[in-house]
């Protein structure tokens, strides 16, 4: 079982910031990125990398994601992923990220790196890497949307 939460963008210190994921709209519609070596789909995101400033990894994903060149992001919040399995349930794990969101207004070529392909959504399919994650992610972004 996965448990999400969620944080104020000043509630969590930067360097325990792990993720980037850019909930992303197009065209009035959900972008979701496919991986060359899975069948489900995903909103675009990804780890930070060694010394990345989190707002340049979150560029930097939604472009290698989506193809992205044109676009305007927001930070929502910062949220953790705490995996409470058999093995774990007694000293939990959690992983923080930073939760943005994105509307593009302009797509260009798909780099030739690890996504397969993108897609547009009216909403989530059931078809998702991250079932028990990605629906509360973009539940947080249609609040933070609906509270602009």
Known sequence: MVKVNFYRLDEIEDNKLLFAVI???FNGKW?????????TWEIP???????EDIDKAATRELYEE????????????????????????????????KLYFAEIEEL???????IGEINYFD????????????????DKVNSYLSDK
């Open 45 to 51: 995101g990804g780890h930070r990398e060694d010394g």
């Open 108 to 114: 260009g070529e798909l780099p030739n790196l690890e």
């Open 66 to 97: 989506t193809g992205a060149i044109t676009f305007k992001i927001d930070p929502v919040c910062i949220y953790s992923v705490t995996k409470e399995d058999v093995d774990t349930s007694r000293h939990p794990v959690d992983t923080y990220g």
């Open 23 to 25: 909930v992303s709209r």
């Open 123 to 138: 909403e989530m399919p059931d078809e998702l890497t991250y079932q028990e994650i990605q629906p509360k992610l973009l």
């Open 31 to 39: 972008v979701l990125s496919k991986h060359k070596e899975r069948i």
